[in-house]
């Protein structure tokens, strides 16, 4: 009988929680047994793990997929800030065609997929009568299912009540099936405005039943405050674990005393918090002199209060960011940094923002490493998640319900030195 083409036994790998010479066998996509020396069917094909880290697959909680790879057009950011980034999209807008958002799209899902990164919650503009992103991105969607969970929220780009269709947009989209409600406070004209469009966004995100996942205070003025009005209607609707608030940069500026009320706020309204620390690091305090802010919500303190926090990347190769490339250890290293979180606890913290905690924030419930879950795996070239960070580790192979999808040959290098006895290969990830 031929062999399920979803069967797959992992050998001798390494687990986050730091089990060793544990086999992972996977039937039908799913995994099926978990432990030492395992028994597999005859004729399941093997992958030699060989020591090395299997982690649960990547997970971007944050990303914006209508933009990138548009680095340049129509032209570069040159202040560097994030309304100029706005302004930029909204020239680039009016030229967009739907071919050209699709194949930037599954561009990008090809680079996610080789970073071992399975699963993308994309934000896509809906301030454009045409949903011509939208539609691209849906259809996106559909394209990579099978390698590729991408979630889409519905993100008035120019302001709910700002841009006066963006409501009925929103409503149009969310219509033909995108699957979050988003939103972006800060943007709209007056707080009021701001306080406002979470109300409505709430109500709306309750009514269908939806989750909820806003850009929400990403500025340096610690007076923003919508992340309060956010929890607030979290509690009043009972959304609670159904709703993230994105960037919350405002809090890194914000007066202690008003933070030391705020964060148990949003731990009773079980808000999740996704911080994008390579856009926020660049992004933020561009008005300081010095010392600069460095724009990245509380991380540390979050997590104390039994916050969910996950790391997303946000942008690659846009009008907002013109580095990136899929890789979401440089996105969980540059948060270790910017947070400073370089305690064992934290920086095995830092991994599991970009992996289990924003797989938690989209509600992907097959994901993780135990009986029953996704046969979905990433091979590190590294022997603990610690070292995964510091090497930014090769991804020799990544799994999608038992297939392998993707694979890198191991970093090495090939050093002949004057004065050494012969010529060593050296494996560059040890
Ligand atoms: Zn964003």
């Keep these: 009988m031929p062999q399920d083409r979803h069967d797959l036994i992992v050998r001798h790998a390494t687990l986050p929680d730091g089990r060793r010479g544990t086999d992972v066998l996977v039937q039908g996509g799913r995994i099926a047994a978990l432990g030492p020396a395992l028994v597999a069917p005859a004729g399941t094909p093997e992958l030699d793990a060989a020591g090395w880290l299997l982690a649960p697959p990547f997970v971007d909680a944050h990303f914006h997929m209508d933009a990138t790879?548009?680095?340049?057009?129509?032209?570069?950011?040159?202040?560097?800030?994030?309304?100029?980034?706005?302004?930029?999209?909204?020239?680039?807008?009016?030229?967009?065609?739907?071919?050209?958002?699709?194949?930037?799209?599954?561009?990008?899902?090809?680079?996610?997929?080789?970073?071992?990164?399975?699963?993308?919650?994309?934000?896509?503009?809906?301030?454009?009568?045409?949903?011509?992103?939208?539609?691209?991105?849906?259809?996106?969607?559909?394209?990579?299912m099978p390698y590729l969970d991408l979630q889409l929220v519905a993100f008035p780009q120019d302001g709910l009540l700002r841009s006066p269709t963006a409501l009925v947009n929103l409503k149009r989209a969310l219509d033909l099936g995108v699957d979050v409600v988003g939103g972006i406070p800060h943007f709209e004209r007056t707080m009021v405005d701001g306080a406002e469009s979470v109300r409505i966004l709430c109500e709306l995100a309750a009514e269908r039943g939806l989750r909820v996942d806003m850009h929400c205070d990403e500025?340096?003025?610690?007076?923003?405050?919508?992340?309060?009005?956010?929890?607030?209607?979290?509690?009043?609707?009972?959304?609670?674990?159904?709703?993230?608030?994105?960037?919350?940069?405002?809090?890194?500026?914000m007066d202690n005393y008003y933070v030391s009320k705020l964060l148990p706020l949003m731990a009773e309204a079980q808000l999740h918090a996704i911080a994008n620390p390579l856009i926020n690091i660049t992004l933020q305090g561009r008005h300081d002199t010095y010392p600069k802010r460095r724009g990245m919500t509380r991380v540390p303190e979050l997590l104390a209060a039994g916050i969910?926090?996950?790391?997303?990347?946000?942008?690659?190769?846009?009008?907002?960011?013109?580095?990136?490339?899929?890789?979401?250890?440089?996105?969980?290293?540059?948060?270790?940094?910017?947070?400073?979180?370089?305690?064992?606890?934290?920086?095995?913290?830092?991994?599991?923002?970009?992996?289990?905690?924003?797989?938690?924030?989209?509600?992907?419930?097959?994901?993780?490493?135990?009986?029953?879950?996704?046969?979905?795996?990433?091979?590190?070239?590294?022997?603990?998640?610690?070292?995964?960070?510091?090497?930014?580790?090769?991804?020799?192979?990544?799994?999608?319900?038992?297939?392998?999808?993707?694979?890198?040959?191991?970093?090495?290098?090939?050093?002949?030195?004057?004065?050494?006895?012969?010529?060593?290969?050296?494996t560059l990830q040890r």
């Excluded at 992340?227 to 609670?240: C, K």
């Excluded at 029953?372 to 990433?378: L, Q, S, T, Y």
């Design 69 to 144: 790879l548009s680095v340049g057009l129509p032209r570069l950011n040159r202040s560097g800030t994030l309304l100029e980034g706005i302004a930029l999209w909204g020239e680039l807008k009016p030229q967009l065609t739907q071919d050209a958002l699709v194949e930037r799209a599954l561009q990008y899902c090809d680079w996610a997929v080789a970073r071992g990164l399975l699963a993308i919650r994309s934000h896509v503009d809906v301030c454009d009568d045409r949903l011509l992103a939208v539609e691209a991105l849906l259809h996106v969607r559909e394209k990579v």
């Design 219 to 253: 500025s340096d003025d610690p007076l923003s405050r919508h992340v309060e009005t956010l929890a607030f209607h979290t509690q009043r609707l009972g959304l609670h674990g159904r709703v993230t608030g994105s960037h919350l940069t405002s809090m890194h500026s």
């Design 308 to 426: 969910n926090v996950g790391f997303g990347h946000d942008c690659v190769m846009d009008p907002w960011y013109s580095l990136g490339s899929g890789d979401m250890l440089e996105v969980a290293a540059m948060g270790l940094h910017v947070a400073q979180m370089t305690s064992q606890e934290g920086m095995r913290a830092c991994f599991d923002a970009v992996t289990v905690n924003s797989a938690r924030i989209l509600g992907l419930d097959d994901h993780g490493l135990a009986v029953g879950k996704a046969g979905d795996f990433v091979l590190l070239q590294a022997r603990d998640p610690i070292e995964a960070i510091r090497l930014r580790a090769t991804r020799l192979a990544v799994v999608r319900r038992g297939r392998v999808v993707a694979q890198t040959p191991p970093a090495t290098a090939r050093l002949d030195l004057p004065g050494r006895p012969a010529a060593v290969d050296w």
